[in-house]
């Protein structure tokens, strides 16, 4: 039975493992709330831009490819 008792403190968590945490994103690689460019304000959230912002950059390319 203590046997028993033992293998089931293993494992269940009995090791005290840590809670892991996730390093601080580097300010070079992050992506701005609004950039200003010549298409006009560009918007984003979390790195992926608006629908606004999408047909901004498309309107551009069929604007440059016409």
Not at 32 to 61: C, N
């Amino acid at each position: 039975m203590p046997a028993a008792i033992l293998a089931a403190t293993v494992l269940v968590g009995g090791n005290g493992a840590a809670a892991q945490t996730a390093a601080p994103i580097p300010p070079s690689i992050t992506t701005p709330h609004k950039v200003e460019s010549r298409l006009g304000t560009l918007e984003f959230k979390d790195g992926a831009p608006s629908k606004g912002t999408l047909e901004k950059a498309y309107d551009q390319i069929d604007f440059t490819y016409a």
